[in-house]
Nanobody, 122 residues
Framework: QVRVEESGGGLVQAGGSLRLSCTAS????????MAWFRQASGKEREFVAS????????RYGDSVQGRFSISRALAQNRVFLQMNNLKPEETAVYYC???????????????WGQGTQVTVAS
């Protein structure tokens, strides 16, 4: 069982920045891939970024490439999502997820957090 918990959401002006944090715990969580998704009201859940605890190249959704950055802090058991130049249409609940296998964009991850609200004001 792996547990993930998000923090760091809030209200930000368009063009601003925000950093989300995901804390992981549980059995063998370091073997899992970690990802961020987001879901706006009335829309499907969308892949944002993913990374492995072991390192390697992270992956990003097309809409956030070049503006968002995912990283991990092994000593803190945390994965971060740095979001820059935010847009109002990126207002959504942001979720952290963990999977024992893939790093991909599909939503079939094994474990999910409760989500944290990010609101981008125009």
């Amino acid at each position: 069982q792996v547990r993930v918990e998000e923090s760091g959401g809030g209200l930000v002006q368009a063009g601003g920045s925000l950093r989300l944090s995901c804390t992981a715990s549980g059995r063998n969580f370091r073997a899992y891939a970690m990802a961020w998704f987001r879901q706006a009201s009335g829309k499907e859940r969308e892949f944002v970024a993913s990374i492995r605890w072991s390192g390697g190249s992270p992956r990003y959704g097309d809409s956030v490439q070049g503006r968002f950055s995912i990283s991990r802090a092994l000593a803190q058991n945390r994965v971060f999502l740095q979001m820059n130049n935010l847009k109002p249409e990126e207002t959504a609940v942001y979720y952290c997820a963990a999977d024992s296998g893939h790093l991909g964009a599909s939503t079939d991850y094994d474990y999910w957090g409760q989500g944290t609200q990010v609101t981008v004001a125009s």
